[in-house]
């Protein structure tokens, strides 16, 4: 098989199987249905800019395929807009996010006098030269400082949510956070090679663009592939945090002082509370619970925790876990397995009881129980 049917080979086996998730994606039935149809979106976006790869297969006009072509436009806005969804459970498609779509006008509108609007023969000849035309080359370099954009914004996004999450939550959404990052970081790696190929193809190494375009498109087939497994399997991994919760650094530029009486007080209270009532027992709790129950704002509290103790409220809450579950281990009677206690004290996720064990006590759960036993 020839490099150019394998080419179109990849591309149409990732078109069909993009736009069959797409679809899936749109119809299931879930209360995450904005971030589902986001995705999907992108999906399909992605999707459609493969069609450029099948045109041996597609009888389509130079002026569809262009246009298609600049579908490219629009990925990296509707993935950060789905990152956006993601991280924040009140989050609203609004007619402000249109504004993410003024690049892809722009580079469509740059080639209306010398392609859109022209005869055939000159498109064709416009083609022909595309590397050393002034229209295609502003649109590579608007293509790549987009893509830096929209990357390190994403990055931007997910750091922040993750620094309010550990301050505010104390559930398992953390994980999706970090995965998130970790699709992000594909993505940005699927992005950068796909830049060195666009230079590659402006240069005297056009066969290497080629090969490029082929390894991309199978990284690319791997990534859908690698989110959905993801996804589908861990139905309940995207919980959102609320938009208007700030960080514990913006609160504290905003309020005054609190007098260190007070912080003291408070503090007894809470870890009163704490001891006496178990609330992180509860594997969803929030640092909201605890403020409703206390009588003190969640303002105050988080600045209590997340400033004062010097810890983030996830690592706050976890700490009592572990200690919970160091106590029900000494009990040499007992017969719970590692997995039921972790369940029992509030954790919701293995991977993360263990990483909050080991940062806790150096060791592992299992280590632990065994060293308690050795004595």
């Known amino acids: 098989m020839d490099k150019i049917n394998l080419l179109v080979t990849i591309s149409v086996i990732t078109m069909f199987i993009s736009l069959f998730l797409a679809l899936f994606l749109y119809t299931v039935k879930t209360e995450h249905k904005l971030s589902n149809r986001l995705f999907a979106f992108f999906l399909a976006l992605t ?43 009140d989050f609203k498609l609004k007619p402000k996010h249109l504004v993410h779509s003024i690049v892809f006008l722009i580079a469509n509108l740059i080639l209306l006098p010398h392609f859109y609007t022209v005869d055939l023969n000159s498109k064709i000849l416009f083609l022909e030269k595309s590397s050393s035309m002034p229209e295609i080359q502003f649109n590579h370099v608007l293509m790549h400082i987009q893509t ?48 060195v190929k666009n230079i590659f193809k402006f240069t005297a190494y056009p066969n290497i663009s080629e090969g490029l375009k082929i390894g991309l498109l199978v990284f690319e087939f791997f990534i859908i592939f690698w989110y959905l497994y993801k996804a ?47 609330p992180f027992l509860d594997p969803a709790l929030t ?69 909050a064990f080991k940062k806790h006590t150096g060791n592992t759960p299992t280590d632990y129980r065994k060293s308690l036993k050795n004595k």
């Open 287 to 355: 640092i909201q619970d605890i403020s409703n129950s206390l009588g003190i704002p969640v303002r105050e509290l988080s600045v209590l925790i997340n400033h004062q103790l010097g810890q983030h409220f996830y690592d706050f809450v976890n700490t009592y876990r572990i200690e919970n579950t160091m106590e029900i281990m000494k009990d040499s009677s007992s017969k719970v397995t590692v997995l039921e206690i972790l369940y029992e004290v509030g954790f919701n996720s293995k991977s993360s009881f263990n990483t």
């Open 47 to 89: 999707a459609i800019d493969m069609i450029g790869n099948t045109n041996s297969l597609f009888d389509i006009s130079l002026n569809v395929r262009v246009f298609i072509s600049s579908f490219f436009f629009l990925q990296l806005p509707t993935f950060y807009i789905y990152v956006l969804s993601v991280c924040y459970s």
């Open 148 to 195: 830096l954009f929209y990357i390190v914004a994403a990055f931007m996004i997910l750091r922040k949510a993750r620094k309010i999450y550990l301050e505010n939550y104390a559930g398992a959404s953390i994980e999706s956070l970090n995965w998130l990052f970790q699709f992000t970081f594909a993505l940005s790696a699927f992005y950068f090679i796909a830049l």
């Open 232 to 278: 589908l399997n861990n139905p309940s991994l995207f919980r959102n945090i609320d938009s208007k919760l700030k960080l514990v650094s913006d609160i504290i530029s905003e309020e005054k002082k609190i007098e260190p009486e007070t912080l003291n007080k408070d503090l007894l209270r809470l870890k009163k509370y704490m001891a006496d009532k178990k």
